[in-house]
């Protein structure tokens, strides 16, 4: 209630200020002198700033529109805004900078401050930053805003096997050193970690985003063990970026008020991910891959994997970029995806069959840019999935269509 309060005042605030004066916000240019990587995705956005004061305004929004069929029975067509995100930015002194990022999703079913932490920058290779940080595992969970995307739907192996998006409270240090095309960057954060709901959950199966309704990490440790994350990334100006990233901790309680309950199991997490264009052609390539480690107790059945697996390739190839319809600019794109995930890697015990909890999916789309923080964009989703036992697939195919937009 209090979060809508803050919406309702924030949208007076600039609606009032727009009426008065249009000319009284303007928008903060964007730094492109320096190569961006994936860890700059969170200042990297489109503000709007009201005269001299100090505080910066931004988000984005997410709306769509999709019919599936599965197996010849379907659902019916639906319409669904899945977020809406506000940013406030402040620089509080020489470098000294504060963003938060407060998320509204499924039409304000769930609200959630997925990034809230003040920037302290000492020297280029030691930056101090704490608060709610989002943790650098892959690249989507970082750079995950809608408006970026030529696909609707967020990768599956980035939000069903990686907990995207995933942040808590904690602290840590990040850098970057530059050379002519060269560029190398590092994140390190000591954070609150997952909790047994990774195993312990209404999917069934091991789930890392189900320790994300849990807001208590947001104020302790559900175990008293924090989790470490940590990325080292590396672009070149006409290559582009590759990055390293590990996630790890303990997700049990395994000790309360000294009495031992269990053993200390581990949650790790492994991820790599690049971006690269292709030079003449313009096509733009990103993809990711991940492996999760989960230390499952003995006592659970097999159909909680102790290893996951999974990842995308995204291909967007510009076809048109001119003025269209009166926009200088625009850009028409053709992309295409390819997804795979493996929730359950291994075999049975007893049969020494493989393990099917899998999906494949290739998702075809197209898109229109009338400006780079706008697209509109049409995909057609198939994919194909196989239960714990390997039965035949079923069968998903359908279309989405919808926007996302910067404000």
């Known amino acids: 209630m209090k979060t809508t309060l803050l919406l309702i005042l924030i949208l007076s605030f600039t609606k009032n200020f727009t009426q008065s004066d249009s000319a009284l916000f303007k928008r903060v240019p964007a730094d492109t002198s320096k190569m961006k990587l994936n860890m700059d995705a969170v200042y990297n956005r489109p503000f709007l700033q009201a005269g001299k004061l100090p505080v910066s305004l931004g988000g984005y929004l997410e709306a769509n529109s999709s019919y599936f069929i599965t197996d010849g029975v379907t659902d019916g067509l639906s319409f669904q805004v899945p977020r809406m995100t506000l940013f406030?930015?402040?620089?509080?002194?020489?470098?000294?900078?504060?963003?938060?990022?407060?998320?509204?999703?499924?039409?304000?079913?769930?609200?959630?401050?997925?990034?809230?932490?003040?920037?302290?920058?000492?020297?280029?290779?030691?930056?101090?930053?704490?608060?709610?940080?989002?943790?650098?595992?892959?690249?989507?969970?970082?750079?995950?805003?809608?408006?970026?995307?030529?696909?609707?739907?967020?990768?599956?192996?980035?939000?069903?096997?990686?907990?995207?998006?995933?942040?808590?409270?904690?602290?840590?240090?990040?850098?970057?050193?530059?050379?002519?095309?060269?560029?190398?960057?590092?994140?390190?954060?000591?954070?609150?970690?997952?909790?047994?709901?990774?195993?312990?959950?209404?999917?069934?199966?091991?789930?890392?985003?189900?320790?994300?309704?849990?807001?208590?990490?947001?104020?302790?440790?559900?175990?008293?063990?924090?989790?470490?994350?940590?990325?080292?990334?590396?672009?070149?100006?006409?290559?582009?970026?590759?990055?390293?990233?590990?996630?790890?901790?303990?997700?049990?309680?395994?000790?309360?008020?000294?009495?031992?309950?269990?053993?200390?199991?581990?949650?790790?997490?492994f991820a790599i991910d690049f971006n690269s264009v292709i030079p003449r052609i313009k096509t733009y390539i990103t993809g990711e891959w991940c492996w999760v480690l989960v230390d499952v107790p003995g006592t659970y059945s097999q159909q909680y994997g102790s290893q996951q697996q999974g990842g995308f390739l995204d291909i967007v190839q510009p076809l048109i970029k001119r003025k269209l319809f009166g926009w200088e600019n625009s850009t028409v794109n053709v992309a295409a995806r390819l997804?795979?995930?493996?929730?359950?890697?291994?075999?049975?015990?007893?049969?020494n069959g493989t393990i099917s909890d899998h999906i494949f999916a290739v998702v075809p789309g197209l898109s229109f840019r009338p400006s780079q923080q706008t697209v509109i964009r049409v995909n057609y989703r198939y994919h194909w999935q196989t239960d714990l036992l390997g039965n035949p697939a079923a069968r998903t195919s359908g279309i989405q269509f919808g926007f996302s937009t910067y404000f």
């Open 88 to 269: 406030v930015a402040s620089s509080i002194k020489k470098r000294i900078k504060f963003l938060s990022e407060i998320e509204f999703e499924e039409g304000g079913k769930e609200i959630s401050i997925e990034f809230a932490s003040m920037d302290i920058e000492l020297h280029p290779l030691l930056n101090l930053r704490g608060g709610i940080v989002m943790n650098p595992i892959g690249a989507f969970n970082q750079n995950h805003d809608g408006p970026k995307w030529e696909f609707v739907s967020r990768p599956l192996s980035a939000t069903t096997i990686l907990p995207a998006t995933w942040s808590t409270a904690g602290f840590g240090l990040f850098g970057k050193y530059a050379h002519n095309n060269f560029v190398w960057a590092y994140e390190f954060y000591a954070s609150n970690g997952f909790d047994d709901k990774i195993i312990s959950n209404a999917q069934n199966r091991t789930h890392l985003a189900a320790s994300k309704p849990n807001r208590d990490r947001f104020e302790e440790s559900f175990n008293g063990v924090p989790l470490i994350t940590a990325k080292t990334a590396f672009r070149h100006r006409k290559v582009g970026e590759i990055g390293l990233s590990w996630m790890g901790g303990i997700y049990n309680k395994f000790e309360d008020d000294g009495l031992v309950l269990d053993k200390r199991r581990r949650v790790d997490a």
């Open 339 to 351: 997804e795979y995930t493996d929730y359950n890697v291994g075999t049975f015990k007893e049969t």
